[in-house]
């Protein structure tokens, strides 16, 4: 029976067991996967393709080395991370720095009483915005330019964890940290985030110049 | 605790324990007396119970996040150099 929850992880165990019906659903799902994180990482499109082939090639080449289909995302992005860290070009690349909650927290918040928060800090609701309506494309676009213009070393965690679902543990095995490493960056990444959207978006709808 | 108990923002001690443990308490990292900790803080501070509540809203936006870059389709010679490596793999696994 299929892993409901993670179709990956059944597709990875019946490649294993050599059934090659599992072969493309299994590709298009890491494919489009491992593309967002590449683009997202890379911020350009060639070497975000380039590296998302890469990534592929090397997964299925190195196969018969997954032992543990369960963890197969985290194994996956490992390999993703690596050809990442060949390829980057520091010229796209937001300089590495670090996030202190200082300027994170929610500063005066001017506008705000002590019944509410600021116009200035509210963050919409993806789901309760329309499917397809614009403030939704707008939020999404901002966000995605808000990710890109992440610290890398928050970045990295802020995608494996939030966008990409790993558990705390598979992002810090992926990224060789700490646990409390990982807890502490997508922390600040994700505040970080926050902030950025929060400027973005009043609470009428209304994008903000 | 209320609001009008403590001054919500940057300069308040027991403000800042809590932001910086509020993604461990979202994603249910927390140990259950230090969950009970934020929980009793922020239950009467309407601006900390907002904080939270654009934060998660943020969060949300993450895990919805959708590239503005499209996927291309892989090229057929990609798709039988995959397919190759990987019957190569099991043949390897299995010897």
């Known amino acids: ?209 | 605790m209320n609001s009008t108990k403590h001054q919500h923002g940057p300069a308040d001690d027991a403000c800042l324990e809590v932001f910086e443990k509020l993604s461990e308490y979202l994603d249910g990292e927390l140990s259950p007396q230090d969950c009970k900790h934020i929980q009793d803080h922020i239950q009467d501070c309407v601006p900390c119970v907002a904080f939270v509540e654009s934060l998660k809203a943020s969060i949300q936006a993450a895990r919805d996040l959708h590239p503005d870059e499209p996927v291309r389709e892989l090229p057929d010679e990609l798709r039988e150099k995959l397919k190759a490596a990987w019957k190569a793999a099991l043949q390897r696994r299995a010897g």
């Open chain 1, 1 to 209: 029976m299929a892993d409901l929850i993670n179709p990956e992880v059944e597709w990875a165990r019946r490649l294993l067991e050599g059934d090659a019906t599992a072969f493309t659903p299994f590709v298009e799902s890491f494919q489009s996967k491992v593309f967002q994180y590449t683009w997202l990482m890379c911020g350009q499109r060639e070497d975000a393709e380039e590296v998302a082939q890469d990534t592929l090639l090397k997964v299925f080449e190195s196969f018969d080395q997954l032992r543990e289909p369960e963890h197969v995302k985290a194994w996956v992005f490992r390999i993703a991370k690596n050809y990442c860290l060949m390829k980057r070009r520091r010229s796209v690349f937001a300089p590495e720095r670090e996030l202190s909650l200082d300027e994170l927290m929610p500063g005066s918040m001017p506008g705000s009483d002590s019944h509410g928060i600021a116009a200035s800090e509210w963050v919409p609701d993806a789901r309760e915005l329309p499917e397809q309506g614009l403030l939704r494309r707008e939020l999404n676009h901002e966000l995605e330019t808000a990710m890109q213009e992440l610290p890398e070393n928050y970045r990295s965690v802020v995608l494996l964890r939030d966008v990409e679902g790993l558990t705390t543990a598979e992002a810090a095995e992926v990224l060789d940290l700490s646990v409390d490493v990982v807890k502490q960056r997508l922390h600040r990444g994700r505040l970080a985030l926050r902030k950025r959207l929060a400027g973005y978006v009043t609470p009428a709808g209304k994008v903000s110049e």
